[in-house]
């Protein structure tokens, strides 16, 4: 049984899923990531990009919040 303290879930258009999917094979070449995994992939991407001093997307989020 899944532990529901470590684990969540999402529900997504059919569209997004679809596109989702398409991502899925296209992110680590030569493999076909699960939906789960290409959006923890995603996430993790974005949020090391925006560590690394971009000035646009989810930093902008975190300073918002500190004014």
Known sequence: ???KYKYGSISL???TLSK???LSSQIVND???SSAKTV???INDRLNN???GATTGII???EHSKA
Do not use: D, F, P
Request: proline share 0%; aromatic share 0%; net charge positive.
């Open 40 to 42: 923890e992939k995603l």
């Open 13 to 15: 258009r059919n569209k």
């Open 31 to 33: 493999e076909q990531l």
């Open 20 to 22: 989702l999917k398409n």
């Open 60 to 62: 902008n989020v975190k």
């Open 50 to 52: 925006s560590e690394s």
């Open 1 to 3: 049984m899944t532990n």
